[in-house]
């Protein structure tokens, strides 16, 4: 026979793959989490310099009015777990992450911020996407489980939940189609070609090569070449 809390995330992991929305991925996360301490929790990706706010939030539980507080003072920008996000591909406490490198005192004011909206204990568990696109999945609580056993089943949860997610986010998105030079300019983007570069391997000049990048970005909507790399991979029109 499993142990209980076997049988008990399996059924979490079932529920997740079968919730029909990102609302009750969502729901099914915040009693998963909410069972070893952690009452709040966010699924964003922290955005780049160079990509923008790409898809900045996957589901939300992070109370609204610390959400606003976080966002109002560009938190994103010097917050330590966020800092630390991208050090490591391993779950870890915010007391761990703290505890690994020697951080500004602005910077952990923001901790001390959070610890006063009841913030006290959190865990993130990174993610790393589809074009190199880092997500995390980050809770906090007061008296919150982070032994071996509870961490095994928050990164798992963690996993399914971001991933149902996802999925369930790109079902909403319209398809965005390319010309199949668009996309073969896209390619060799991604794959760190220069525009010249690009044009020698399309047999065409640097400035049509240009021209089919730009239109690629122009379609997406987005200001950048790499953030148009990674919505073409997103919806699968290239791959890496």
């Known amino acids: 026979m499993k142990p209980a809390f076997e049988n008990a995330t399996l059924d979490t992991l079932q529920a997740i793959e079968r919730a029909p929305s990102i609302l009750k991925v969502q729901e099914v996360f915040r009693n998963a989490v909410g069972k070893h301490g952690y009452d709040v929790f966010l ?32 938190y994103v920008e010097r917050d330590p777990m966020v800092q630390s996000l991208y050090a490591t591909i391993h779950p ?3 007391a761990e992450a703290l505890s690994r490198k020697q951080f500004s005192k602005p910077d952990i004011a923001i901790m001390s911020d959070a610890y006063s909206w009841g913030m006290l204990n ?3 568990v990174p993610i790393f996407g589809v074009g190199g696109q880092v997500h995390a999945v980050t809770m906090a609580g007061c008296n919150v489980r982070c032994d071996a056993e509870a961490r095994a089943e928050l990164h798992l949860i963690s996993i399914y939940a971001y991933a149902r997610a996802k999925q369930l986010k790109r079902r909403s998105e319209p398809f965005v189609p390319l010309t199949r030079r668009q996309s073969q300019a896209l390619q060799w983007v991604a794959l760190g070609k220069a525009d010249w570069e690009v044009g020698e ?3 065409v000049s640097e400035s049509t090569a240009h021209k089919h990048i730009e239109a690629a970005k122009s379609r997406f909507g987005v200001a950048t070449r790499v953030q148009a790399v990674v919505a073409a991979l997103r919806q699968g029109s290239i791959q890496i």
């Open 43 to 74: 699924c964003s990706a922290p955005p780049r310099a160079d990509e923008g706010p790409l898809e900045p939030i996957l589901f939300n539980g992070w109370p609204e009015n610390w959400h606003n507080h976080y966002i109002a003072h560009s």
């Open 92 to 94: 870890f406490t915010w």
């Open 122 to 124: 959190g865990f993130v």
């Open 201 to 203: 391997r399309l047999g």
